[in-house]
């Protein structure tokens, strides 16, 4: 878990616009250039995974629901 600190320093730098995703604030890893956040796609799954999800169905789920809410705008999401 990341310190309550490093995620309010996140949210006081992040552009206005910026999407704050609910319950996903472990897989945040910064903020871009633009200030919208940055979630790393493999801490997302395991936000996932914790709360009973299989692997291969938060992976689902991120693809079809987290994923397309972005639009390209709001946050970023990195592959690791």
Do not use: C, H, W
Request: net charge negative; no cysteine; aromatic share 12%.
């Amino acid at each position: 878990m990341k310190p309550e600190y490093y995620i309010n320093l996140l949210i006081e730098k992040s552009n206005d616009q910026a999407i704050r995703l609910a319950e996903l604030d472990n897989a945040i890893i910064g903020i871009n250039q633009n200030g919208l956040f940055v979630y790393d796609y493999s801490k997302i799954i395991d936000v996932f995974t914790k709360q009973g999800m299989s692997a291969d169905d938060a992976g689902d789920y991120i693809d079809y629901n987290v994923l397309p809410i972005n639009a390209g705008n709001g946050f970023s999401v990195v592959y690791t």
